[in-house]
């Protein structure tokens, strides 16, 4: 499985605060079955975004793992103004491998009415806006049409794995299966801060998928698309839909370009 979205460097943000803590991190992914992780430190009000640093951090845990699993560099980014228009100007800079898929947070206070003109002008500069939980935001848990219209410009959905599971109370795992329900998912990540609350495990989040939906979807959504999304490579955005209660899920997807 691909993780694109997790803490684990030590000391960049809120997540791992130690070297021992990220070497955790990384042995639990490994042992469950993970294989590639993206390294997603914030770019907040609160936290600087360092690539420089995350680099350095990268090849200091890589030397001590022997690369497993495989690390590669993102970020968490929150939609700021400030982060906005770097992100315009400099489109690889927050980007997931340096490539074309950027991780945007939206904020758990106020989205704008001009929220759809943001993720344009994003895809204006050749970035591929992935929402991150949508399914843990209050607005969007209340108003989860307006994912609609993004994912109808391309953007993609990232949902926990843990609130599939429930950890993230009853709000979010409706609101994440609602999600799965619409093919409103493209992704599935941990979103790890630490090794026992909000951990870097997705082997059950998949299992619990594939019991639910089918292990093709299960696939799809920890498996295929996120190794796509590192590889930079294109993901559909459209959804995916059950053809016919009681039969197998099917897929409209386009062909890869
Ligand atoms: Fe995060």
Redesign the pocket.
Known sequence: MVDI???VLWGMDDGAPTIEVSLEMLRQAAASGTTDIVA?P?SNGEFEYQPALIDERIAELTKLTGGVPRLHRGC?LHLSFDNISEAIENPSKFAICGGRYV?V?CSDLHISGSMDKVLDQLMGVDLVPIV??PERNPILQKELNRLDAWVDLGCLVQVTALSVLGGFGKRAETTAHALLAKGEVHVIAS?A?DPVHRHPRLDEAFAAISTQYGQDIAQMLLVDNPGRIIRGQYVSAEKWQRAQPGKWWQFWRREDR
């Open positions: 979205h997790s803490h997603t914030h968490d991780l947070e991150t939980h979103d801060h």
